[in-house]
């Protein structure tokens, strides 16, 4: 959906605000995966890789993952600890883009929101070594099995290799489709408590 008339100013004073206005408003529409962004992590000397993970959530001004700990997002974050994003809603026309630092939360955090995943979600964290190669499909469902019958008639703890991140935006940025590729930006650098925002051309 595109907005009648393109703002002549930005939306709003508080980037964070608004980024949760959208996402609410994709969620409440049904909008396929409102959830799913791609991630771009990199090596300490440049080399970058993307994915697309799941949102849980935004807490303290700071928006919430995870992941195995092991994996090669994993890994790269512990060795550089700068990453961005992107969120697209095709069915809204917006987008918003987050870079910023990229750290653990509270240990916590991540054992509440382990508990709180079903029982299948928790033993597959539990047998995939996630981003490291397997000989077959048939060797994973057997390591699923190994730790289905290792932890029968037991709660699944979490396991210390996987757990929640969350990436603390220094600098944002809202899109707005406009007529003609003349769409509004605005970009949103930290200052202190608040954020200085800028116009940009499209």
Excluded: C
Excluded at 56 to 77: F, H, M
Excluded at 128 to 151: I, K, Y
Excluded at 170 to 190: C, M
């Amino acid at each position: 959906m595109r907005p009648e008339t393109p703002p002549n100013e930005a939306p709003g004073s508080d980037p964070l605000a608004i980024f949760l206005e959208w996402h609410n408003t994709a969620v409440e529409r049904g909008l396929p995966e409102p959830d799913a962004f791609a991630l771009a992590t990199a090596t300490p000397d440049g080399r970058p890789s993307v994915r697309i993970v799941l949102f849980k959530g935004l807490t303290d001004g700071a928006l919430r993952l995870v992941t195995n700990y092991q994996s090669r997002k994993g890994e790269e974050l512990a060795r550089n600890a700068q990453g961005a994003l992107v969120f697209f809603w095709p069915g809204l026309m917006r987008q918003v883009r987050m870079e910023g630092r990229i750290e653990r939360a509270a240990t916590s955090e991540s054992d509440a929101y382990f508990a709180s995943r079903d029982r299948e979600s928790q033993l597959g964290a539990w047998a995939s070594q996630q981003s490291r190669p397997v000989e077959s499909r048939a060797a994973l469902d057997e390591s699923l099995e190994a730790v289905r019958a290792r932890f029968q008639g037991k709660d699944v703890p979490r396991p210390p290799h996987w757990g929640m991140l969350k990436l603390v935006p220094d600098r944002v940025e809202l899109w707005l489709s406009g007529p003609h590729r003349l769409h509004d930006r605005f970009v949103y650098t930290r200052d202190g408590a608040d954020w200085r925002v800028e116009r940009l051309a499209p």
